[in-house]
């Protein structure tokens, strides 16, 4: 029996060979044909052809995308991600660049974390610039906790300017209060809390009660903190405690507090006819 299960495998590896130099030599047919003046028609249906078989057969869609990048360079997406998972860092790096310098996602936000687990922050930074400034989202935040990591305000200041964030002093406390609690520094993080408190900002009294029940495990104290935001009339701390009610199924505390806002908003509004 385990004889047999062999010889099968044997035979489908190498129809499954042969079927790949099949489409691989359908390709360079394909691509010949088309010559060195193809129609945007013929450059949209190379590059499908290319998104189809990468799965497959990568060094047939390869092909495909080698062929067509300089007149559709979404396709160093592909290439670079190809060279990548092939460990041919000299070809990444050379589709990965071509990528970003034409302001291509995903490629460019991953070129700057291939750096920055390199440990080359100076082009991390710089990659990570470049797709934050063409909407990449994720690139923007991966570009603030770099700049919050090298512990200069005043830089980080001027990186988010640049990316077009209009930070009250507050609201980059705020930030850097979070960038915090991504390295689990929380005791930094209840500190910048605690002084927005002090000058009066209510959603010092909001971020410090999420952090009490999220991440301090002291539930009861957050959800104590978050009433006393709510009471100072945050709209946040509002849905976030009504958030924890119903994660805790505490549907009645839940329904009270969307009374209680619908009825403050409700006043607020006569107050302002």
């Not at 507050?170 to 960038?179: E, G, P, Y």
Request: aromatic content about 12%; overall charge negative.
């Amino acid at each position: 029996m385990k004889k047999l299960l062999l010889i099968v495998l044997i035979i489908f590896t190498v129809f499954n060979c042969s079927q790949k130099e099949n489409q691989i030599q359908m390709a360079k047919e394909h691509i010949e044909k088309i010559g060195k003046n193809p129609t945007m028609s013929d450059i949209n249906e190379m590059y499908d052809n290319g998104k189809i078989y990468y799965g497959s057969n990568p060094e047939m869609a390869m092909l495909y995308f080698e062929r067509i990048v300089k007149d559709k360079p979404e396709a160093s997406n592909y290439l670079a991600e190809y060279y990548y998972n092939k460990k041919d860092y000299v070809n990444y790096e050379k589709w990965a660049k071509y990528a970003a310098d034409r302001g291509i996602r995903p490629a460019t936000h991953n070129f700057a974390y291939y750096y920055e687990q390199k440990g080359d922050i100076e082009n991390a930074t710089k990659y990570y610039l470049i797709a934050a400034k063409n909407g990449d989202k994720d690139s923007r935040n991966d570009l603030q906790l770099l700049y919050f990591e090298r512990g200069n305000d005043e830089e980080t200041k001027k990186i988010l300017k640049e990316l077009g964030e209009k930070d009250t002093e507050n609201d980059f406390l705020i930030r850097k209060a979070s960038f915090f609690k991504t390295k689990e520094r929380y005791d930094k993080s209840l500190e910048i809390y605690d002084n927005l408190i002090k000058k009066g900002e209510v959603e010092g009294y909001t971020e410090k009660g999420v952090l009490f029940y999220e991440n301090l495990d002291k539930k009861e104290e957050g959800k104590k903190i978050l009433e006393e935001a709510v009471n100072k009339g945050s709209s946040t701390a509002a849905f976030e405690l009504g958030a924890k009610y119903l994660i805790e199924k505490n549907y009645k505390e839940a329904v009270d507090l969307g009374e209680k806002e619908f009825a403050s908003e409700r006043l607020q509004d006569i107050g302002n006819k």
